[in-house]
């Protein structure tokens, strides 16, 4: 099945099943915001939990905040976002659509970066065990040809971008014949700029209002509270502030469900730094938080770093860590070495001494900062998509299942009576009552069997517990585990040390340590 379809079915399986709805719905809608159902909404707090855990009670020197969503205006003129949080962009006239300028540029390039690797694939097949990738790169006339101009359009597009240099970014647009993947045409707007901060108003007018934003990144309010975390928590460099907050972006092109969203949610986390140590704190992050992804146990194959090679004014090094979703590999979380940046622009536009008192060396001096910075929602997509699978059983029916990691499963264990009467019922709900105070515990009695067992699957319920009338004479329960439908008698007693460890959030930190 193609990857698209694979994906459309994943959007819809979340609605289906209380994941996550369009926003607004039965007022059809508002385009690029969704809400999270009963399903969805565990999921998510599982996962800030696996991160605020990694973060907060994995390092000693790691300390949370949760600042507010308005703050003084002056901030993101500080930080640069009221005169460059833009995006370029551009209009079709035929199909009426707006697009980011580099968007298409650089979809533009992966499709010489692909032409290029079916070549290398089909002379692969070609040669066999004989094959010489690099030397057929260099020396395959093709290849070389579109290589040639694969780099020649990404330095042009690198250099256009710095400015921006609008025109030249449509030239380039005009140059590569890149058409409007919806009319076809050619028929193109010139590029405008466009800055993502939304825009509100505190105060009524009478009293003079003024205008604020929603933070378009929840790292500002670390930044701005440095001082009174470093003082009241008598923080030593290294330190870091973690925080878990939304974020607001009026994204211009706003598509793959949950993957680009105008509101949506991120986890924040500012590491301060000794200067001159940065580059080596860069790197320990980096290996820190692919490790955090990788214990999830979706297979490394799916993760990659993507160095970035235009840096940020503010940063001397950055990368993202991207995951292999069913439209390819994107970025799901930026690591960023910000220098001193933000803190002195803040000790600039607030005018207040915004600096760390190095009691070893005597000295007060600006700390370096690194940033991990990862979005709650597309954690929540890559976990989707990842577990997301549809088999064939042997007896010819198809189920599917979310084969969710069962530490972030939103239901851990779910309780059926084979019917409701004659006392199963009661033992079933006792079993709840118990355990829930353990983990996430349902009680499930609609249906069949057969279709209870298929509808938890669909939601990721790594266990399921039967209760039928053996239980009444011996305690033990039928134990049916989701991804090998493996069916095993247990006593009740025994059900909370089979389960618990298996779905705390404990079990995976301590594959960090
Ligand atoms: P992109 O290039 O995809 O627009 P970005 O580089 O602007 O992302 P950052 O500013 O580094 O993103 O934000 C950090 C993280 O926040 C991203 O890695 C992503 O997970 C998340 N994020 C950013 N924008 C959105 C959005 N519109 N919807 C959902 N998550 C987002």
Redesign the pocket.
Known sequence: MAQEDVFKKIVSHCKEYGFIFPSSEIYDGLA?VYDYGQNGVELKNNIKKYWWDSMVLLHENIVGIDSSIFMHPTIWKASGHVDAFNDPLIDNRDSKKRYRADNLIEDKIAKYDEKIQKEVDKAKKRFGDAFDEAKYRTTSPRVVEEQKKRDALHERYTKAMQGPDLKELKQIILDEGIVDPISGTKNWTDVRQFNLMFKTEVGSTADGASTIYLRP?TAQGIFVNYLNVQKTGRMKLPFGIAQIGK?F?N?IV?RQF?????E?E?M?MQFFVKPGTEKEWFERWKQIRMKWHQALGFGAENYRFHDHEKLAHYANAAT?IEFLMPFGF?????I?SRTDYDLKQHEKFSGHQIKYFDPETKESYTPYDIET???V???VLSVLCHSFCEENLENGETRTVLRIPPQLAPIKLAVMPLVKKDGLAEKAQDIVRNLRFHFTTKYDEKDSIGKRYRRQDAIGTPFCVTVDYDTLQDDSVTLRLRDTMEQKRVKIAELQSLIEDQVSITSLLKKLD
């Open positions: 690029a990144e974020a972006r994204e706003a949950i993957f680009r969203m105008r949506f991120q924040e993202d994107k970025e799901v979380e930026g960023h910075s990862i979005g929602d597309r954690m």
